[in-house]
């Protein structure tokens, strides 16, 4: 039986400043009409985008390939990159990744199928080659799979620990690999440290909260990052992955044990239940709970 509810697709893209890149790109995801797209948060410091789209089996993954096909025509992540262009956010391409996301447990067989087409279509298609991760991979983590960066990546390839998924067995000279991935909604959250906390505070506090770390939080991914053009403003940024089960105020409560906190940010849009409970004293700059939730965006 064919699901009521649509499929989403989060494809995050290396470019958070040039506007006319991060358009050309929304405009691609939707042109075709087979996707209806939600939200879109651009990041200066991260240099990154995040698109969020909505569409059923079939027509999400035709709307994602053309607004890859886009992103990857005017992005370059090569070697030949400005080290003043990367952006604070780990990557390893032009499209990043591409997670497709399901809503229930009744839609993970759809979103599982739709994620391997897309594999398929950006590797073989469009000539980037593309590595599962998350339950299609065995668990295999996106960490892993962006430590050290595209060079890195590269190496591993050519020392032969990893090989692509689908496309060539090599990367991409401008637009590197793609990370493709089924899964359930996750927050992107990131929480702004207040002075005169630094940005090795900032990754002292990722590396306890993280799951795994000291304090760690179940489904917790952490890194501390330094914002702002000297660099000054600290950041934890986090990927809150059972948004369910380990609420924001939870993981604003542990990091508030070892820094103040001037302001928090959620990347895209989050489930309502996330929410629960946050703490009325903690800005979620841009944040609209009446429209940046993923429920009121699908109309639900």
Do not use: W
Not at 167 to 187: N, S
């Amino acid at each position: 039986m064919t699901s009521t509810k649509p499929l989403l697709a989060v494809p995050n893209v290396s470019e958070g400043r040039e506007r006319t890149i991060v358009q050309a790109t929304a405009r691609a995801f939707t042109k075709q009409g087979r996707a209806r797209l939600l939200d879109v948060h651009s990041d200066a410091d991260h240099h990154r985008s995040v698109f969020t789209l909505a569409g059923f089996q079939g027509d999400l993954s035709q709307a994602v390939l053309a607004g890859t096909r886009t992103a990857i025509e005017r992005i370059d992540v090569g070697e030949g990159r400005d080290p003043a262009d990367i952006g604070a956010h780990p990557h390893v391409g032009a499209v990043d990744v591409i997670p497709v996301v399901y809503l229930d447990a009744g839609q993970r067989g759809a979103a599982c199928a739709e994620a391997l087409v897309v594999a398929h279509e950006v590797g073989n298609r469009l000539g980037v080659p593309v590595f599962l991760y998350g339950e299609l991979a065995g668990g295999r983590t996106r960490a892993h799979l962006r430590r050290g960066g595209g060079k890195a990546l590269a190496a591993r390839i050519g020392a032969g620990e990893l090989q692509p998924d689908f496309g060539p067995p090599r990367l991409h000279p401008t637009a590197g690999a793609t990370l493709v991935a089924a899964r359930e909604p996750l927050v992107a959250f990131n929480l702004e440290l207040a002075a005169p906390a630094k940005v090795e505070d900032a990754r002292r506090i990722a590396s306890l909260i993280r799951e795994g770390g000291a304090e760690g939080l179940q489904g917790v991914r952490a890194i501390g990052v330094a914002l702002g053009g000297s660099g000054s403003v600290a950041q934890v940024s986090m990927n809150v992955e059972r948004p369910l089960e380990v609420p924001l105020r939870a993981v604003v409560e542990a990091v508030r044990r070892h820094a103040e906190i001037a302001r928090g940010e959620i990347v895209g849009l989050a489930p309502r239940a996330a929410l629960e409970g946050f703490p009325e004293n903690v800005e979620l700059a841009g944040f609209d709970p009446g429209v940046h939730t993923i429920e009121k965006a699908l109309g639900f």
